[in-house]
Nanobody, 124 residues
Framework: EVHLVESGGGLVQAGGSLRLSCVASGFTLDDYGIGWFRQAPGKGREGVSCISTSAGSTTYEDSVKGRFTISSDNAKNTVYLQMNNLKPEDTAVYYC?????????????????WGQGTQVTISS
């Protein structure tokens, strides 16, 4: 059974950093694409970044380029999202998701499996 568990969210001041973790079980990372998404109150789900570990490829949404870095540790079956220079507009619930087609897309409907989310709050 595919299972994703996020952690690492919290409350930080603007300009600070957080590292989110997504521990996957029931599959190996090389067989799936993994994406990070976020959803702020009253807004739709937005793709932030995604990775294909088998292809060694990553994608970023424009507003996070240069600030966020996605990476993986296949031995731990874990994907990370390092978030630096955080801004109040980054405040949202962050989710990781798995795509069995590994399309390397930020389109949320391509992803079949989702974690429960972790809250990230950035104070100004």
């Amino acid at each position: 059974e595919v299972h994703l568990v996020e952690s690492g969210g919290g409350l930080v001041q603007a300009g600070g950093s957080l590292r989110l973790s997504c521990v996957a079980s029931g599959f190996t990372l090389d067989d799936y694409g993994i994406g990070w998404f976020r959803q702020a109150p009253g807004k739709g789900r937005e793709g932030v970044s995604c990775i294909s570990t088998s292809a060694g490829s990553t994608t970023y949404e424009d507003s996070v380029k240069g600030r966020f870095t996605i990476s993986s540790d296949n031995a731990k079956n874990t994907v990370y999202l390092q978030m630096n220079n955080l801004k109040p507009e980054d405040t949202a619930v962050y989710y990781c998701a798995a795509d069995s087609s590994a399309l390397l897309t930020l389109w949320h409907r391509a992803y079949e499996y989702w974690g429960q989310g972790t809250q990230v709050t950035i104070s100004s």
